[in-house]
């Protein structure tokens, strides 16, 4: 099937293209989504689970074909976790992130999509991606070093953890390390928190299983976070690991 937008992101000099991707190809909304280069161009088409894990592809592959209707009208996130298995002690690479991102960057199109036809015009970049360990490293930086890279450090943070709160789709990566601190915990609390009351819908991914995420982060984060998403098992060896 023809698809006329992405024949219109192909034009660098097309409106679309300069607002998705700027006027060098390099900044734009895709730029600040905040994805890491290796995830940047992951779609429905490349996601590579569907042998591992079937039932995982199954409930991406539905959430991508209404994922605006998921996202504004039914307010639903999704919570992607690790079930550990023996050749997989701790359900590493098995494809959360890859799925997250695909599912983040189909939104994001669609939502250009609407701007373009006049339906509703995007103002903020609608998704973001955030990393938990890369929130807490923001965090920390604010008590650290002289008082003016503490204040330039702490207008990053509240930057960051301002559009994690309020975005429409956001990828919370990694969440429930065993890095958290109290007074992080609190930060994510505020941020998932904020989320669930207001129904923006919110992809997490995780090693730990819901229960795991309770005894870590506590029962007033976990039950947002369950409250608000399906659970969805990722199972299967670790595909960073080469094998001959
Ligand atoms: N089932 C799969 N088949 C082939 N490649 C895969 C599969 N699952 C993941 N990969 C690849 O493995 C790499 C790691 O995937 P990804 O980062 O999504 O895993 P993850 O589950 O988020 O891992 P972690 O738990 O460590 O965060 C990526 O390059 C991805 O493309
Ligand atoms: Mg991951």
């Not at 958290?180 to 129904?199: K, V, W």
């Not at 992809?203 to 998403?229: F, H, K, P, Q």
Request: a neutral charge; proline letters at 4%.
């Amino acid at each position: 099937m023809q698809d006329k937008l992405l024949d219109l992101l192909t034009d660098t000099n097309s409106y679309p293209y300069v607002f998705m991707y700027g006027s060098d190809g390099r900044g734009g909304l895709w730029k600040s989504r905040n994805v890491p280069a290796k995830y940047s161009e992951n779609f429905l088409e490349s996601l590579p689970i569907a042998a591992d894990n079937p039932v995982a592809y199954a409930t991406v592959e539905k959430y991508v074909k209404s994922v605006l209707q998921y996202v504004q009208d039914k307010k639903i996130g999704l919570f992607f976790f690790s079930k550990p298995c023996p050749e997989n002690k701790f359900g590493t690479g098995t494809g959360k992130t890859t799925a997250a991102i695909t599912i983040l960057n189909h939104y994001l199109l669609e939502r250009l999509r609407q701007h373009l036809k006049g339906e509703q015009s995007i103002k903020d970049n609608p998704v973001y991606f955030c990393k938990s360990t890369d929130l807490q490293t923001a965090f920390n930086a604010q008590f650290r070093g002289t008082p003016d890279m503490q204040k330039v450090a702490s207008e990053r943070y509240y930057a960051i953890k301002n559009r994690a709160k309020c975005v429409e789709l956001l990828v919370f990566d990694d969440i429930a390390t065993k890095a958290s601190t109290e007074s992080f915990t609190e930060e994510l609390y505020e941020i998932i928190d904020h989320r669930a009351s207001a129904e923006l819908a919110t992809i997490y991914t995780s090693n730990m299983t819901m229960d795991a995420v309770a005894e870590l982060l506590g029962d007033r984060i976990a039950s947002r976070i369950e409250g608000s998403t399906v659970p969805v098992a990722f199972a299967g060896r670790d595909h960073r690991k080469k094998v001959l």
